[in-house]
Each structure stands twice: as C-alpha cells, then as structure tokens.
C-alpha cells in the first residue's frame, strides 16, 4: 500500500505569528512507532504541514493531534496579541 499523503496550508496575519506558531509546533515529532511523518516549511506567513503515512486511522491521529495545537496557538496569540518583533543587539 503506498503512503496517505495530506498537506496543508495555514495562513496567519502575519509572517511574525506564522513563525511563533512554526517554532512552537515543530519540536513535536511524530513519534516512531505511529509510523507517520510531519513535514513543517515556513513560507512569509503561510504555514505549510504535510502528513504522510500508510494507514489512514494513524494520519488522522496525527492531523487531529494537529488541529488541536494549532487551535491552541492561535487562541493563545489572540489572546495574549500578536507578538513582539525580535531584535538582536551586536
């Protein structure tokens, strides 16, 4: 069986929101033993994800464990206001 491939594109308001949601998500790895793979890209604010794997019932896993940290990182930026720019002094 080939692999169930699912991509998906998530727009925020800002390139700025985009990358606080890219950093907060990408650290969590799909675990091993699911058999499925997360692929996160950044583009200006557009955060792009793609899921892949053999069985469907473990994608789904996934893309709702998914939806639901990304639920929660937008209700946390709306919350709390979009973030500060970053600056780093030399």
């Given at each position: 069986?080939?692999?169930?491939?699912?991509?998906?594109?998530?727009?925020?308001?800002?390139?700025?929101?985009?990358?606080?949601?890219?950093q907060?998500?990408?650290?969590?790895?799909?675990p091993?033993?699911s058999?499925v793979?997360?692929?996160?890209?950044?583009?200006?604010?557009i955060?792009e994800?793609?899921?892949?794997?053999?069985?469907?019932?473990?994608?789904?896993?996934?893309?709702?464990s998914?939806?639901?940290?990304i639920?929660l990182v937008?209700?946390?930026?709306q919350?709390?206001?979009?973030?500060?720019?970053?600056?780093?002094h030399?």
């Open positions: 069986m080939s692999d169930l491939k699912v991509d998906l594109s998530v727009p925020f308001p800002s390139a700025r929101e985009a990358e606080v949601a890219y907060v998500l990408r650290v969590d790895k799909e091993s033993r058999g793979t997360k692929k996160l890209t950044l583009n200006d604010n955060l994800v793609s899921y892949s794997g053999k069985e469907a019932r473990k994608v789904r896993v996934a893309l709702t998914f939806f639901d940290n639920l937008t209700e946390t930026i919350r709390f206001g979009p973030p500060e720019p970053t600056y780093t030399y």
